[in-house]
């Protein structure tokens, strides 16, 4: 099937001016961390569905729950960060192609994986985003850019919600391999009346 072509009226990686009245030297340098913020959350998202499709195990219910919830929220962020980007005069990162091009997080290879090691990568993939969101709320102040400096402290307080949410997941119980540190009790012999 031959591709249809477009006339492009403004090329990926063009910052045009905006109604925000910023210097285009500032939002040039902006638009960009934000792709890079927009593309990390969509790869984020896609894990989050593939977790709530392919969970199993006795706590299936809860973590399918908490699974799209995550989905979701990471996914109105996004979208956000997306709806700024354009505001700027940038072109959001919004093809696939594009995403996997500028993201910061590593795509989870294809197939099932343990369901603690889905946790600690949905735990490592927000605190990576965490990361890289102060990095991008340090630029933002430094160029005067108040409105994405507030958007990215709030995508900020949700990411760091959601990877302290997940850990909780993983401190005591370790899912597919009981107790992490478990002893067998020792038999506590409770006296009778016939033992006083």
């Keep these: ?3 249809r072509q477009y006339e492009i009226e403004q090329e990926y990686d063009q910052v045009e ?3 925000l009245m910023l210097d285009e030297q500032v939002t040039k340098q902006i638009v960009e961390v934000l792709n890079q913020d927009l593309a990390s959350l969509y790869v984020l998202h896609h894990q989050y569905h593939k977790h709530r499709w392919v969970v199993e195990g006795p706590q299936f219910r809860e973590l399918e729950q908490l699974f799209a919830m995550h989905a979701e929220q990471v996914e109105l962020a996004a979208v956000e960060v997306g709806e700024r980007t354009n ?3 940038g072109v959001p990162a919004a093809t696939m ?3 996997l091009e500028v993201t910061y997080l590593e795509e989870e290879p294809d197939g099932i994986i343990g369901l603690r090691d889905m946790l600690e990568r949905n735990v490592e993939a927000e605190r990576t985003i965490a ?3 102060r990095e991008h709320i340090r630029l933002a102040t430094q160029l005067g850019d108040w409105g994405t400096e507030d958007l990215l402290k709030q ?3 949700a990411t760091e919600k959601r990877a302290a949410f997940v850990q909780k997941h993983l401190e005591r119980e370790s899912l597919d391999r009981g107790l992490v540190s478990s002893r067998p ?3 506590v012999v409770e006296p009778t009346i016939s033992d006083k």
């Design 1 to 3: 099937m031959a591709m």
């Design 17 to 19: 001016s905006n109604v």
């Design 87 to 89: 505001a700027l005069g």
């Design 97 to 99: 192609r594009k995403q």
């Design 131 to 133: 990361n890289r969101l």
């Design 155 to 157: 995508t900020l307080q």
């Design 185 to 187: 009790h020792e038999a």
